[in-house]
Nanobody, 117 residues
Framework: QVQLVESGGGLVQPGGSLRLSCAASGFTFSSYTMNWYRQAPGKEREFVAGISSTPGSTNYADSVKGRFTISRDNAKKTVYLQMKSLKPEDTAVYYC??????????WGQGTQVTVSS
């Protein structure tokens, strides 16, 4: 069955960096766009970044452009989110998501990112 497992979250000071990973299984990873979303306390889940299947064009939310970079390794079936210049407002649970051809969404369990001094 489909599994998406995020890792790499944690506590980081403002201005710091983290790299999130999402390991996928149960589907043909290289054929699908992969996305990162986040949800802060009391707020709706929001799109952060997406990367298409090979050759991997990317798009970003305006709030993270120039600070976050999404990438993928199809051989490892993993999508990454490199986050730099982190701000307190980046604090959230980060999720990866893919949508199959039938428009069904699959989500990971999320990984907590806390940006605080």
């Amino acid at each position: 069955q489909v599994q998406l497992v995020e890792s790499g979250g944690g506590l980081v000071q403002p201005g710091g960096s983290l790299r999130l990973s999402c390991a996928a299984s149960g589907f043909t990873f290289s054929s699908y766009t992969m996305n990162w979303y986040r949800q802060a306390p009391g707020k709706e889940r929001e799109f952060v970044a997406g990367i298409s299947s090979t050759p991997g064009s990317t798009n970003y939310a305006d709030s993270v452009k120039g600070r976050f970079t999404i990438s993928r390794d199809n051989a490892k079936k993993t999508v990454y989110l490199q986050m730099k210049s982190l701000k307190p407002e980046d604090t959230a649970v980060y999720y990866c998501k893919y949508t199959n051809w039938g428009n069904r969404d699959y989500w990971g369990q999320g990984t907590q990112v806390t940006v605080s001094s």
